[in-house]
């Protein structure tokens, strides 16, 4: 059961990181009296992941706006189709249109700083011979490409702590694209070395989304936490009508 009349808050993060990318977020929208949840993604494959996120937001009783980092654009985008999703937020996120995915998105232009720093090691897969792929931040690159207007020692932190993606992820082809049925905004990290800035805009563009522009890099959250707690309440509001 909701603690109170308003929506529930569902922070979804994406790649190289978890749910505490939200920490500067998540007192403060407590504070503004919102619920708020925070899920830890598998980062196995987008339809697993979005088959996680989904099932949590289906358990919630009443409206979920559903908030997507990175990566975690990407989940929300086919996540977002639940019935009780009333609007989606993007952070530096990707927005995938239907049968499209991460890598075709990306490959349509330049690379980010991120695409000379990534690290690829294989993992067990339980029931098959052959191994996956998981996709990691180089940590000594991390604060730069990352993080750059982050606490320096939070940043180190993060680099050695992050949370890998399997490289199925970025070949996967969403099964639906939620923005079309589901009121959508976006923030575009104009100073992002992670994701090309023109990537995030274009997404955005293409949804129809109301969108914003801040001087930060890819994790946002933690830079600029204000910023995007009003985002979010904008989404909260426009949906609360």
Known sequence: MSRT???????????????????????????????????????????????????????????????????????????????????????????????????????????????????????PVEGSDQPGTDVSVQPGKFPAIFAADVDPRLASALAVSQRPLAALAFTEAAPAAAWKTKPSWGLVASADHTINPDVERYGYRRAGMTTVEVDSSHLVMLAHPERVVRLIEDAVRATSR
């Open 5 to 123: 009349d308003g929506p529930t808050v569902v922070l979804v993060h994406g790649a190289f990181a978890d749910a505490s990318s939200y920490a500067e977020v998540i007192p403060r929208l407590i504070a503004r009296g919102l619920d708020v949840v925070a899920p830890a993604v598998p980062n196995r494959s987008l339809i697993g992941d979005a088959a996680y996120v989904a099932d949590i937001v289906r358990q919630i009783d009443g409206p979920v706006v559903l908030v997507g980092h990175s990566y975690g654009g990407a989940v929300i985008t086919v996540a977002g189709t639940e019935d009780n999703v009333s609007a989606l937020v993007y952070l530096a996120g990707y927005a995938l249109e239907e049968g499209e995915s991460l890598g075709e998105l990306q490959g349509r232009f330049p690379d980010s700083d991120l695409a000379g720093a990534l690290v690829y090691t294989p993992f």
